[in-house]
């Protein structure tokens, strides 16, 4: 795939105004796509934390695979709090409530021996498309934030006021740069980079590739691919969904829309395309 950077404007300004506003939190939610928990962590946002406790939110986890676990442990095993939820079931609700419950119990103890009590604040943020409003409509129990299943719904910050805490939700940010190129192109792939900035042709065919590297049954069972290149399985995607134009040629447009969409969606079964040998070295 050729160079993926994405950086817009209002990501710089919502870096500047999360700077801004973590004081005011006693936590943080971090959400990530389970699909890609390494590709999914912005180092850059990290650093704003300081020493805020943090919870990591593996969502999504309905489309992952069982190495999304081992991202959880990983995760404790450095001393964080760590879920895999499906933020649109809403039993997913007391696992991660739960688990904010566990990330401010000192400061609620230490209130508690001061003889008062007070509203805890979460902020909630992520890559762009990890479900950090959807997470937030789980925890409060109803709508309470706007969704969408692309990059960029929520442009500015808003807090959302429920019964015993506050959510600051916040505009999904990538790093300004992209060292890992392969990590990069996950995000793509689950659509967590505009797909406006990100050549279709070249996104799908280096998904079958990374695919037909890891998970060569789902293809098999999904659009009968049994070998070949990259184009090969996707011209064979097209002849078995039927994208031909006259004369014969494939559509290759509509069988790239048509796997990046069955990919998005988990029709080509449960995945998990990073590996914890990609999340060697980060510090979560």
């Not at 937030?136 to 429920?162: D, E, F, P, Y």
């Not at 004369?247 to 080509?268: H, S, V």
Request: aromatic letters at 8%; proline letters at 4%; one cysteine or more.
């Amino acid at each position: 795939m050729k160079l993926l950077q994405w950086f817009p404007g209002h990501m710089a300004k919502a870096m500047r105004m999360m700077e801004e506003n973590v004081a005011l939190c006693d936590g943080i939610i971090y959400v990530l796509d389970a699909r890609c928990p390494a590709a999914s962590f912005n180092p850059r946002l990290k650093k704003l934390f300081g020493a805020k406790p943090v919870l990591y939110v593996l969502n999504k986890g309905d489309l992952a695979d069982v190495k999304a676990d081992l991202f959880v442990k990983f995760i404790r095993e450095q001393g964080k709090e760590a879920v895999r939820i499906n933020a649109a079931d809403s039993r997913s609700r007391r696992h991660i409530t739960g688990a904010m419950d566990k990330l401010v119990a000192e400061k609620r103890r230490r209130d508690g021996q001061k003889g008062y009590t007070r509203t805890f604040r979460f902020m909630v943020c992520g890559v762009p498309n990890t479900g950090k409003s959807t997470v937030i409509n789980l925890i409060s129990g109803a709508a309470r934030t706007q969704t969408g299943n692309k990059a960029g719904v929520t442009r500015g910050k808003q807090w959302i006021r429920l019964e015993g805490c506050e959510l600051l939700d916040t505009p999904g940010t990538t790093p300004p740069s992209f060292a890992d190129q392969k990590l990069a192109a996950r995000l793509a792939f689950v659509g967590s980079l505009n797909d406006d900035v990100v050549p279709m042709d070249d996104l799908a065919l280096a998904l079958l590739e990374e695919l037909w590297a890891k998970y060569p049954r789902n293809l098999t069972e999904r659009y009968g691919i049994e070998d070949g290149t990259p184009l090969e399985m996707l011209e064979k995607l097209c002849a078995r969904r039927g994208f031909v134009l006259r004369g014969g040629e494939y559509d290759y447009e509509r069988g790239e829309r048509a796997l990046i969409d069955d990919f998005r969606k988990g029709r080509i079964g449960t995945v998990t395309l990073d590996e914890i040998s990609d999340a060697q070295g980060l510090e979560y």
